[in-house]
């Protein structure tokens, strides 16, 4: 089974390194000077790269890398991805080059129009869709789509491991307190959270199981997360969908 290895870039965001033996593959390579220096500090050969989303925190590193190593580039079908030679949907099946993995591809429309999810293997690549303990800003989609694709992943089985692509989780437990201050899966992720931060530890990945008890988009149905949405809103949410849309405008201002 191949080892899963994050590389930091820019302020916040982990580019996620696929090792099998010698051969690697990068996810979401925003900056291609952590990735290179990492290849060759370990002595790798790149033979993939994968992309969940068009943002250029997340494709910025394709030219640089392809100019040293020419290998195909998996990205989704409706974005314009630098490099793509792959264009993937929902359905679609790849096994990664190198490294032996074999992923499924999820549509999970609503930070981007045509972000994907790569899923295989008890793991799921999520970009910028899910975040421990939050979720990505709709900037291309609606509510409702990004409710839809939160459902998708959140559906998966419990102990999947989510690769997210930002340490946010500080910040995003700060804003799950305050909807739903009654958690206690909650307070307790809080203190386990911040020790790893003070160890210098990434906090990802998370698994869909921890999500579901604490992670506040995923829990629009839940009557507290219900409760403090309609209190912010100034009146009553008909749905999941509308109880999302205030939370996610809510986090925007928070
Ligand atoms: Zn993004």
Excluded at 56 to 70: I, Q, T, Y
Excluded at 93 to 109: F, T, Y
Excluded at 147 to 174: Q, W
Aim: with cysteine; net charge negative; aromatic share 6%.
């Amino acid at each position: 089974m191949p080892s899963i290895i994050p590389i930091p870039a820019f302020r916040d965001n982990y580019i996620w390194l696929i090792r099998e033996g010698r051969n690697a593959a990068v996810v979401d390579a925003g900056d291609a000077a952590p990735v290179i220096a990492h290849l060759e500090r370990e002595g790798l050969d790149l033979r993939a790269i994968l992309c969940t989303h068009h943002h250029n925190d997340h494709v910025g590193g394709n030219r640089a890398l392809l100019a040293r190593w020419n290998v195909p580039v998996f990205g989704p079908k409706h974005e314009m991805i630098p490099g793509c030679t792959q264009a993937l949907a929902e359905g679609d099946e790849i096994v990664v080059p190198g490294v032996g993995l074999a992923l499924s591809v999820l549509d999970i429309p609503g930070h981007t129009a045509g972000h994907i999810a790569f899923v295989g293997d008890g793991l799921v690549f999520c970009g910028d869709t899910l975040f421990a303990v939050g979720c990505g800003r709709l900037f291309e989609g609606t509510p409702a789509q990004m409710t839809r694709s939160l459902g998708k992943l959140a559906s998966l089985p419990d102990a999947t491991r989510a690769y997210c692509a930002h340490e946010y989780t500080l910040s995003n437990i700060r804003f799950a307190e305050a909807v739903e201050p009654g958690n206690a899966r909650l307070r307790e992720r809080k203190a386990r959270e911040a020790a790893r931060r003070e160890r210098g530890e990434p906090t990802v990945p998370t698994t869909i199981g921890e999500e579901r008890a604490t992670n506040p988009f995923l829990r629009c149905a839940e009557p507290e997360v219900i409760a403090s949405a309609e209190r912010h809103a100034g009146r009553k949410l008909a749905s999941p969908v509308e109880v999302f849309a205030e939370i996610r405008e809510w986090k925007n201002h928070f």
